[in-house]
């Protein structure tokens, strides 16, 4: 995952950042002058869209976000989960939110050095930084090194407490094999813990959601400057390349024009 995918995926961070503070769930810190430029150049698209009864991005976005957090925060509220670790967050709010939320919770941002560098310095400049939140660099294809999620883990996660894996709005940039491959890499990674919960968005091709799939998928690709992947043909299709990776008893809920994927790490694969 060199640097200039970072370049490729920066502008739909700016944009979602955008979103999330002008919908009340992020701090205005991070609200950036990259992502308001992009809003009101997508808003007449976003409002035609609207008009035809069908969501458009901005409500797609809101919606995997506030999903996301629900499962998060269930698990939480659970025991299940006492530490998190978000990739390719970009200027996620979740963090910010959750640490000050759950006053034991460790949460572990992470993203390419561009990104990652700059969201540090905007936590940094608000005061908002907190012990238990992390910002740093990760690498979602890396199988070792500084940047990859075992070497993170051993520097910053405790062995002995369940973990949840998030990754939004990361997934639909690659091909494939690269999914796949990440997602063996993420179910290893949770299986060296006593619980390991897997949290991610998922387009895929099946009936519900085609038409907002395509309609993000395009979105996505003009911002992207490059082709954005809708993998599967539908939940099950998904959910068997989930089991494969790794994954026990994994499930894709289905949305109005975006899945959302709850896995946790096979036991069988647990150390």
């Avoid at 976000?65 to 390719?88: T, Y």
Wanted: one cysteine or more; aromatic letters at 8%; glycine letters at 10%.
């Amino acid at each position: 995952m060199a640097d200039a995918d970072s370049a490729r995926i920066s502008p739909t961070a700016h944009y979602t950042g955008f979103v999330w503070y002008r919908n009340g769930l992020s701090h205005p810190a991070f609200k950036t002058r990259e992502g308001w430029l992009l809003h009101s150049l997508l808003r007449p698209m976003n409002r035609a869209y609207s008009l035809t009864g069908r969501a458009g991005l901005d409500e797609m976005l809101l919606a995997r976000h506030r999903s996301i957090d629900d499962l998060l925060r269930r698990s939480i509220a659970d025991g299940c989960v006492g530490q998190v670790v978000e990739v390719a967050a970009g200027l996620s709010p979740r963090g910010f939110r959750f640490v000050r939320e759950f006053p034991r919770l460790v949460y572990v941002e992470g993203d390419l050095p561009g990104m990652a560098s700059r969201k540090r310095a905007i936590l940094a400049r608000a005061g908002i930084e907190a012990g238990r939140h992390h910002v740093v660099d990760i690498d979602a294809l890396a199988d070792d090194g500084p940047r990859s999620l075992v070497e993170v883990g051993r520097r910053l996660l405790q062995p002995t407490t369940g973990t949840a894996l998030i990754t939004e709005g990361l997934l639909g940039y690659f091909p494939p094999a690269a999914v796949a491959g990440m997602w063996r890499r993420f179910a290893d990674f949770l299986s060296g813990f006593p619980e390991g919960v897997y949290l991610s968005d998922l387009h895929t091709r099946s009936a519900g959601s085609i038409r907002g799939a395509r309609l993000f998928g395009k979105l996505l690709s003009v911002f992207a400057r490059g082709q954005v992947h809708l993998h599967f043909a539908g939940a099950r299709e998904a959910e068997e390349a989930l089991v494969t990776a790794g994954f026990a008893g994994p499930r894709v809920h289905d949305g109005e024009a975006v899945d959302i994927v709850e896995a946790v790490a096979a036991p069988a694969a647990r150390v």
